[in-house]
């Protein structure tokens, strides 16, 4: 049996109140939510609430869940929309730091892999940074589109968007991460 | 591009370039722009600025939660999901009631690894501290000379602009307006935001055992407290006290020294 139809076995099963099936689709997904959650959020607590979220809203709506389709991909729908959501209630960011978190990051940095995680921590800082300056749905489409590799169809049908909205949500994103990365790219620029 | 209209003279726009770069460009259209940016040389370098940043945006890292995720978050799920009643059907009055969880914030993440990581190698290489300009290539597991100096070259980006913060902040409480009290509220902040990574960058030095940078940045960290500690406005004797501290210390000189190497080296960097 593949995923696909061991997801849909599983929904099957937790549709008539077998948390035990939901357990296993909790953990066959949980860590890929998780990670789009990060990229929306930019926070790793932030990111556990919105997976935690996400799998409590894909319970009640268990019954919408059509067999036939790929329970991934249902999940993802949901899990930018609880991100969405998410962002929009949240609080902005202060920018102290507490001294706990202080000390985590500086043990983490301990290590034989210490270019990589400059390299890439720059890098994501500075992404980071860009998303953030997006709307929730403008963030959400770029992700989309960039990281899960979805169409612009798919886009406008999860976020509920015209063609010419999710396309110029895409447009500023890129715009954004090219200022933002430009420092760090040595093309010239028109 | 509307209508097929895109010719061998017609530059496509950054959004067509976009789509282009995404696959979505109708059949046609694709083909037509890939001969274009083959011809024009101002077009190909957009399109590798483009290609090239939103490559760099795949380097983006996500932080992997440990092996225990997934049963940390069914211990999370389970107790939020509805009674058997209400499974696909209205939610029941605890997942009504579950309100995303509010946090305090914190900061960003990646900017305080990227600020770690960066002291950890400056530190671990022995560059910062010294009066030799830094050496031509940082240590780096990329394979290509381009990869190394891309690497390179945001290592250098980062260090620069944390300094030149250092460096401003000094200056700015250093030339501040000295009447009745002096109000400082941008000054604190940004002490508060260099204290992080300063402290950092100490802890990291110590464990490597440089013990010359140690000692500086310990000196930068107790002027950085004092000014983030400091009321909203300072009165003439506290001022006069952190500038002395300041300038006995030669701290603006030693920042400024530091930047001054960062720049060359990115100078050098920009002319290879």
């Not at chain 1, 798919?154 to 200022?179: G, P, Q």
């Not at chain 2, 976009?18 to 190909?44: K, N």
């Not at chain 2, 944390?162 to 250093?174: I, K, T």
């Not at chain 2, 204290?195 to 960058?201: E, H, N």
Request: with cysteine; proline share 4%; charged share 30%.
């Amino acid at each position: 049996m593949d995923q696909m139809s061991e997801d849909a076995a599983a929904v099957a099963r937790a549709r008539g109140g077998d948390q035990e099936a939901f357990r296993l689709l909790v953990e066959r997904h949980s860590r890929s939510i998780y990670r789009l959650a990060y990229r929306m959020t930019g926070r790793v607590e932030d990111a556990e609430d919105v997976v935690q979220e996400t799998f409590v809203r894909a319970y009640r709506q268990l019954s919408r869940f059509e067999a036939r389709s790929n329970f991934a991909t249902w999940l993802y729908r949901i899990g930018f929309n609880c991100a969405i959501d998410y962002l929009r209630a949240r609080p902005r960011r202060e920018s102290s730091e507490t001294d706990d978190k202080l000390e985590i990051m500086s043990g983490q940095n301990r290590g034989p892999s210490v270019d990589d995680l400059v390299y890439a921590g720059e890098i994501s800082g500075r992404v980071q940074n860009a998303l953030e300056s997006l709307s929730p749905q403008e963030r959400a489409a770029f992700l989309m589109r960039h990281y899960q590799g979805c169409s612009i169809e798919e886009i406008c049908r999860v976020l509920d968007l015209r063609t010419n909205a999710a396309k110029h949500s895409i447009f500023r994103a890129v715009r954004k991460m090219r200022i933002a990365l430009r420092p760090l790219v040595s093309q010239p620029t028109r | 591009m509307k209508d097929h209209e895109m010719t061998s003279t017609l530059h496509p726009t950054e959004d067509e370039l976009i789509l282009h770069f995404y696959g979505e460009s109708q059949r046609d259209d694709e083909a037509v722009l890939d001969a274009h940016i083959r011809s024009c040389p101002a077009c190909a370098a957009i399109w590798a600025d483009l290609c090239d940043t939103l490559k760099l945006t795949d380097s983006a890292r996500v932080p992997e939660p440990d092996e225990a995720f997934e049963q940390k978050m069914w211990a999370r799920i389970q107790p939020a999901l509805p009674t058997e009643d209400h499974v696909g059907g209205s939610p029941g009055i605890a997942a009504r009631l579950l309100p995303f969880r509010v946090r305090t914030p914190l900061r960003v993440a990646a900017g305080i690894a990227a600020v770690a990581a960066i002291v950890a190698l400056v530190v671990a290489s022995g560059r910062v501290g010294r009066t030799d300009r830094l050496p031509p290539t940082v240590a780096s597991t990329a394979s290509t000379p381009a990869d190394r100096a891309a690497r390179e070259r945001v290592l250098l980006t980062a260090l620069d602009e944390h300094f030149q913060r250092s460096e401003l902040l000094l200056v700015e409480v250093m030339n501040a307006e000295q009447s009745g009290t002096t109000e400082l509220g941008f000054e604190r902040q940004t002490a508060d935001d260099l204290l992080v990574s300063g402290r950092l960058y100490r802890a990291t030095a110590q464990q490597n055992g440089n013990v010359r940078l140690a000692q500086m940045l310990e000196e930068l960290e107790l002027v950085l407290v004092e000014i983030a500690r400091s009321p909203d406005r300072m009165d003439q004797r506290d001022l006069s006290s952190l500038r002395a501290r300041i300038e006995n210390d030669d701290l603006v000189f030693k920042v400024r020294a530091l930047t001054k190497q960062i720049e060359g080296r990115q100078k050098t960097l920009a002319t290879e």
